[in-house]
């Protein structure tokens, strides 16, 4: 289903229209790969929609990046490296389950705003250093074990949409009577970095910040 909605989000004439927020956070991502020391030959972009982190990666961070998504609409739009010596491939796949992909291949991986429609997080993202070794995983000289190689991203807090959630609730009270779920429910950062402590992860860093649109 999920897919399916993509598919039709990405085939709207007024999509681009709001690009303008992801464009925003895969700037934001980018800048955080640009702080890394060491260079990573293959980084994966999970449900990378449209490509609003490709743009920004530069030769010496990235060698290759691989941009996967669930909808083969948004794969087909998404855009590549500024920096023409940054190689893309674009595949289509479940983020969730990353089928295409063997262990023991990637050094970087990254998402921007699309951890939030995952169905279980815990088990997908990071409940063991097995999960994380299947996920983060090329092995070489610069990274000596899991909790050494980077995992930048983005995804939306507890806090997002609270205004339009009120209205909703408030709304559908007077109206109905009652209150229905209509938004996802949103991550807790303490959450967040708790998943990251369990999988092995000695260095985490969250941060939030808030973006009014």
């Not at 700037?27 to 260079?39: P, Q, S």
């Not at 990071?126 to 999960?131: E, G, H, L, W």
């Not at 109905?176 to 209509?182: A, F, P």
Request: glycine share 6%; net charge negative.
């Amino acid at each position: 289903m999920k897919r399916r909605q993509r598919d039709w989000a990405a085939r709207q004439p007024e999509f681009e229209d709001a690009q303008y927020l992801k464009e925003e956070i895969g700037w934001r991502i980018a800048d955080r790969v640009f702080d890394l020391t060491k260079f990573n030959p293959l980084a994966l972009d999970i449900g990378c929609g449209v490509g609003n982190i490709a743009p920004h990666m530069i030769k010496e961070n990235v060698g290759t990046l691989i941009q996967c998504d669930m909808s083969e609409e948004m794969v087909s739009k998404s855009r590549g490296a500024d920096d023409s010596e940054v190689k893309i491939e674009r595949v289509v796949c479940d983020e969730e389950k990353l089928e295409p992909f063997k262990t023991d291949q990637f050094d970087l991986l990254l998402s921007s705003l699309s951890a939030h429609w995952i169905n279980d997080l815990p088990q997908c993202d990071v409940p063991s250093k097995a999960t994380v070794s299947r996920w983060y995983v090329r092995f070489n000289e610069g990274y000596e074990n899991v909790s050494d190689r980077p995992r930048p991203g983005a995804l939306f807090a507890e806090d997002s949409l609270f205004e339009l959630r009120c209205s909703l609730q408030l709304a559908e009270m007077e109206r109905t009577g009652g209150v229905g779920s209509h938004i996802s429910p949103f991550i807790k950062a303490q959450d967040i970095g708790g998943l990251l402590n369990k999988a092995g992860f000695d260095m985490v860093t969250l941060d939030s910040d808030e973006v009014v649109v």
